[in-house]
């Protein structure tokens, strides 16, 4: 889930289980995500309509730059592949 929040931050949702929100928001430097209660992470961001494949590259083009956490990284690169399923078994 791509979302953005009042500051026209957009971040992308790597985790949500329910109770806490993983997210990585794009800023300079080394990517590191952000944990957040559902309440919280429900009052400060909302959906976006950007295409999740585009984002998705583009996180990944900053990380080769810049650099990320462990976390981030995997968690990118698992939503990506689960994406990449996803509109291979359209075809």
Known sequence: MIVINRERALAVVIRHDGQRVTL?????????AQHLAVAEF????????APLAHTLETFQLHIASHGASREVASGL??????DQDVVASLF
């Open 24 to 32: 990585v928001p794009m800023r300079c430097g080394k990517l590191t």
């Open 42 to 49: 429900n009052r400060e961001w909302q959906a976006c309509d």
């Open 77 to 82: 690169e698992r939503l990506a592949a689960r």
